[in-house]
């Protein structure tokens, strides 16, 4: 989860997007810059260990340091956003490509613990009659042999532990 935006304050993280984003602005934002010799900055430590810049001091010991300002190139900007877009469009379609193999996993999953209940449900149904029997064209009964039932029973035993991996 994200923690909330503080107004004037950056918190520099190993985040690709925030460093692009960050890295576009200040190229964007160069020509507009009036200072030659740089922008003063506040560096501190808050709490957790990370590093915080502000263009105000946070603390009373908050270090001033001087962040050197040069004019940004536009074709230097141009030619990072477009890379930057091509990588993007590249993660999409790996992560399109990586949720469909997870469907397509989940769907398979699904397919093997289905058959895996109907193998069951069809030993188990053989296992505890007395009598097997399949219904003729006119709906009649016609029982199997005891030899015919324990092959079915043994068929239906394997079936289901293949397909269950048991």
């Known amino acids: 989860m994200r923690q909330p935006s503080r107004p004037l304050l950056v918190r520099w993280r190993h985040d690709s997007r925030l460093a692009r984003a960050c890295l576009m602005c200040a190229l964007a934002g160069g020509p507009m810059l009036t200072r030659a010799d740089g ?20 603390v009373p010991n908050a270090h001033k340091i001087t962040v050197p300002v040069t004019q940004a190139d536009p074709a230097e900007a141009a030619r990072l956003a477009k890379q ?24 398979q999953a699904k397919q093997d613990a289905d058959r895996c209940s109907a193998a069951r449900n069809r030993y188990g149904n ?35 532990e293949q397909a269950c991996g048991k």
Request: glycine share 2%; charged share 35%; hydrophobic share 30%.
């Open 84 to 107: 930057h877009a091509l990588e993007d469009a590249e993660y999409a379609q790996r992560s399109r490509r990586e949720s469909d193999e997870q469907t397509r996993q989940a769907a």
């Open 126 to 160: 053989l296992k505890d009659v007395r009598h097997v029997y399949r219904l003729d064209a006119d709906g009649n009964r016609d029982f199997y042999t005891d030899e015919q039932a324990d092959a079915m029973r043994a068929a239906a035993k394997q079936a289901m």
């Open 39 to 58: 922008e003063e900055v506040y560096k501190t430590t808050d709490a957790s260990g990370h590093v915080v810049y502000s263009d105000r001091p946070a």
